[in-house]
């Protein structure tokens, strides 16, 4: 009897490390010649985008990569092709707001070449910007959109499908807190959509680390899949 038991948690073990899986993967923007890269996680039909923060890059997703694709989504962790790094070594995302949209889109469009039936996309500061330029310019694209630190873009009225800003109190720029700019981008955003304060001031993907870090990805999970 526990040797049987032994062998079913190991091979529940060995199916999560299957689904979480990385795979490096290449594809070509919706037109033009060039092409994306970015890490791929998990199987499935539910499609997931990740889009990073300026400093970071697709690899700073890793653990989240892993949750999701561990929950049963299919993920896709973008590689911007303007990230680059800086004199000290750190990722910087260095491409303009049209290029890191278009590399967005690209990669839903992957996704469902891929097999998936819906796609949802995750954007930390400058992806979150990212992700709403994709959403606003191809609409029903994505099915949810969670927009982490960010405005989501210039366009809010152009925004499609259920939407989740989450931010921290005392997120500040050096322009200062980024959290007023947020609520009037959410208040021109379109219904179904959410506003999510947090304490701190962790900014976008810093907050994954933070004390708050369990909570916002708890949240985002709940928000994902809720019917």
């Not at 469902?112 to 330029?133: F, N, P």
């Amino acid at each position: 009897m526990k040797l049987r038991i032994g062998i079913a948690v190991w091979a529940v073990i060995a199916a999560a490390s299957v689904c979480a899986a990385q795979r490096r993967v290449t594809f070509p923007l919706v037109s033009g010649s060039r092409t994306v890269a970015g890490d791929l996680y998990g199987s499935g039909t539910r499609g997931l985008v990740l889009a990073h923060g300026g400093r970071f890059d697709e690899k700073s997703w890793k653990p989240q990569a892993e949750e999701f694709a561990r929950a049963g989504f299919l993920v896709l962790a973008v590689r911007f092709r303007g990230d680059g790094l800086n004199p000290d070594g750190t990722p910087s995302a260095n491409g303009s707001d049209a290029d890191n949209a278009a590399d967005v889109i690209a990669a839903a469009w992957f996704m469902r070449k891929t097999g998936a039936k819906t796609v949802d996309a995750i954007g930390g500061s400058l992806g979150g910007d990212a992700v709403g330029e994709a959403d606003a310019q191809s609409p029903g694209t994505f099915d949810r959109v969670v927009f982490l630190g960010s405005e989501g873009g210039d366009a809010p009225e152009k925004l499609t499908g259920r939407k989740l800003y989450l931010v921290a109190r005392d997120d500040r720029s050096a322009d200062g807190l980024r959290l007023p700019g947020i609520e009037a981008h959410y208040k021109r955003a379109p219904e179904p959509k959410k506003l999510v304060v947090v304490d701190g001031s962790a900014h976008a993907q810093y907050l994954f680390a933070t004390d708050e870090g369990p909570a916002v990805m708890k949240t985002i999970m709940e928000f994902l899949t809720a019917r």
